[in-house]
């Protein structure tokens, strides 16, 4: 027989819906980072390794700008730091954040994964382990306290707690689950219904077809490397607060 003191240390329905709602901000950032991974992998061809990599740097530099109003760049051989503003606000660094995660997603698939794109598939794997470190390093070097990681300075969703059948919940975590229902039907929408979309779809399957189409796979493929690294920037930003900024465990 169970003696009374068991019985109370016993888990509650309770306790396991507070360990679910605790974990759906990291299963929402999860989702939208899976949403990046198909879109990237549609007009590549390959598991983009270093996808989680290149939103970890748009967020440091999204966090570096909100508070120096300065856009740290990460090629070498350029100027480490510009400074824009003297005075960012959160909308003017969110603006940034977007702007520099489409030039990321664009660079690199206009450097690296378009003219491997006839390329074997390890040959692709393998540079996107390569950008993976060379990101991990370019943060280290351009950020001097991401070794130690970064703690959050000013969250942009709301951390107040809120009751939800019972139990605590941030207010954050809720959010980032429907916004990220809300990106999903989104993107659902427009890779089913628009132009774009067909055209994106029809490319990935078969190349030579689209082209002879007048569908251009160069044009549609780095707008949908755009979306995916903003993406992936937005989504490591909004999970920060929940589980801080480390070049290494982030991506």
Excluded: C
Excluded at 98 to 104: I, K, Q, R, S
Excluded at 118 to 143: C, H, N
Excluded at 146 to 159: F, H, K, Q, T, Y
Aim: aromatic share 6%.
């Amino acid at each position: 027989r169970r003696r009374p003191a068991d019985l109370e240390r016993r888990p509650t329905i309770s306790t396991y819906l507070g360990y679910l709602l605790d974990g759906l901000g990291g299963g929402a950032v999860v989702a939208s980072l899976a949403l990046g991974l198909v879109l990237s992998h549609r007009t590549s061809g390959v598991v983009n390794f270093a996808h989680a990599a290149m939103g970890m740097y748009v967020a440091y530099a999204f966090f570096e700008f909100r508070e120096t109003g300065d856009l740290v760049l990460p090629i070498l051989g350029l100027p480490e730091r510009v400074h824009l503003l003297a005075r960012p606000t959160l909308a003017s660094a969110l603006v940034m954040a977007v702007l520099l995660g489409a030039a990321v997603g664009l660079v690199v698939y206009g450097l690296i994964f378009r003219p491997l794109r006839q390329s074997p598939v390890l040959a692709r794997v393998v540079a996107s382990l390569g950008l993976l470190l060379y990101l991990q390093e370019i943060v280290r070097l351009r950020f001097p306290v991401a070794g130690a990681g970064v703690n959050s300075r000013r969250p942009v969703l709301p951390e107040a707690p809120v009751q939800l059948a019972g139990t605590a919940v941030s207010q954050n975590r809720l959010l980032l689950v429907a916004l990220v229902v809300v990106a999903t039907a989104g993107l659902t929408a427009v890779y089913r219904l628009t132009r774009f979309g067909l055209a994106t779809r029809a490319a990935a399957g078969n190349e030579k077809g689209a082209l002879l189409l007048g569908i251009s796979p160069d044009r549609l493929g780095a707008v949908n490397w755009a979306v995916a690294s903003v993406l992936a920037g937005l989504a490591v930003i909004l999970i920060e607060p929940i589980t801080g900024l480390d070049p290494t465990t982030t991506t």
